[in-house]
């Protein structure tokens, strides 16, 4: 049940505002996806050009590259079909299993096409590698299935290398994340339950609503979320972590909050904003006796998702431990998860620290 005048708590958020793709976890890449078919495409091109140059040197090139290409092409094509429609299945089998099956599949491909190359216009006329063999089934089939058995180890040799790094940069994305989830501040809790506590006689509703405040806090920080999440959904985090922040600060701390640009459902890295405003009030607003104004600003720009906080600070002030912790952080999951497509970017002058995080624009 809701609170008057309290948003939802995190996990009451229905499941369709935040919508989670349940992806098959398989070291086979997706030969479905269009990038993967232009993949395909190229790496037959290459081969064949490489078939076509160890070629006797006196034979016509042209016309050879041209009917292996062809072929190699053919293959590529059917072959990338075959496991594009075989994938579900294919991850529900262990790796050796799965690999087997490639091979046979692969192989199989191989065979019938080769058979069929044969029948339509033969062997060294297709492949044109040896000009003079003798067009014998038999050979033209043992050659391209001894090469099939070659390129297809080698790739997937590859795929599983790929595979197995994208895991360990996973799992290390997500040991981050909740290393930053579990770094609550002890000072933060310590602080928040001395304000609770008086609060408890004087303004009991307040109190109420701010052990509530907390429970919602803590609930969403700690949860596992190696996901992205919704920008409401991080920006509802965030509004929650500064409504106790402001039963502590009062006046001293003011937020200006401009992110009426920003899609609900755009989708961003979890624990992006709330770690951005706890730096900000602890190393900006606490620190100054007259406290201060964070300003949150969301838009898009040219298809990016842009998030800036900006908060004054003391220059004359000496920084606080664990000061670019949050920062350093949020920049490698960014690095991690978009590479060059994202960036953490910081700037100070004038007594103000300013953060810019750019995203690529998802919903």
């Known amino acids: 049940m809701s609170r008057p005048g309290v948003a939802e708590p995190l996990s009451a958020i229905p499941a369709s505002t935040v919508r989670q793709e349940v992806e098959v976890e398989s070291f086979l890449p997706d030969f479905c996806q269009p990038r993967m078919v232009f ?17 006797v040197p006196d034979g016509p090139f042209w016309p050879s590259l041209g009917f292996i290409s062809l072929f190699v092409q053919w293959l590529g094509l059917t072959g990338a079909a075959l496991l594009c429609v075989a994938r579900p299945r294919l991850a529900r089998l262990r790796v050796a299993e799965a690999s087997a099956t490639v091979f046979a599949l692969l192989m199989l491909n191989t065979a019938v096409f080769s058979l069929l190359a044969v029948e339509v216009a033969g062997g060294e006329a297709v492949l044109g590698i040896v000009p003079g063999l003798p067009a014998s089934s038999w050979t033209f089939l043992l050659r391209n299935e001894a090469i099939c058995v070659i390129v297809t180890a080698l790739l997937l040799r590859y795929f599983y290398v790929s595979h197995e790094w994208r895991r360990h940069v996973r799992a290390e994305t997500r040991s981050r994340i909740e290393a930053l989830q579990a770094r609550m501040r002890p000072h933060f809790l310590f602080n928040t339950m001395n304000t609770i506590a008086a609060l408890t006689r004087s303004e009991p509703a307040t109190a109420e609503r701010a052990v509530e405040d907390l429970a919602d806090l803590l609930r ?35 937020i200006d909050w401009d992110v009426g640009g920003v899609p609900p459902n755009a989708r961003i890295p979890s624990l992006t904003l709330q770690p951005l405003l706890e730096n900000a009030i602890y190393h900006g607003i606490e620190p100054l006796p007259a406290g201060g104004a964070v300003v949150v600003r969301g838009r898009v720009d040219g298809g990016q998702l ?10 004359e002030a000496a920084a606080r431990p664990g000061h670019r912790q949050a920062l350093d952080n949020l920049r490698e999951r960014v690095r991690l998860a978009y590479g060059e497509r994202g960036s953490v970017e910081t700037e100070s002058d004038a007594g103000q620290f300013r953060v810019t995080v750019r995203l690529p624009l998802e919903t």
């Not at 993949?39 to 070629?55: C, G, K, Q, Y």
């Not at 842009?306 to 004054?312: A, D």
């Open 39 to 55: 993949a395909v495409v190229l790496i037959s091109e290459l081969l064949a050009v490489v078939f076509a140059l160890v070629r």
């Open 220 to 254: 969403a920080t700690l949860k596992a979320s190696d996901r992205p999440v919704c920008f409401a959904e991080e920006l509802e985090l965030t509004r929650v972590y500064a409504r106790i922040e402001a039963l502590r600060l009062g006046e001293r701390l003011r």
């Open 306 to 315: 842009v998030i800036t906080l900006s908060n004054p600070v003391d220059p």
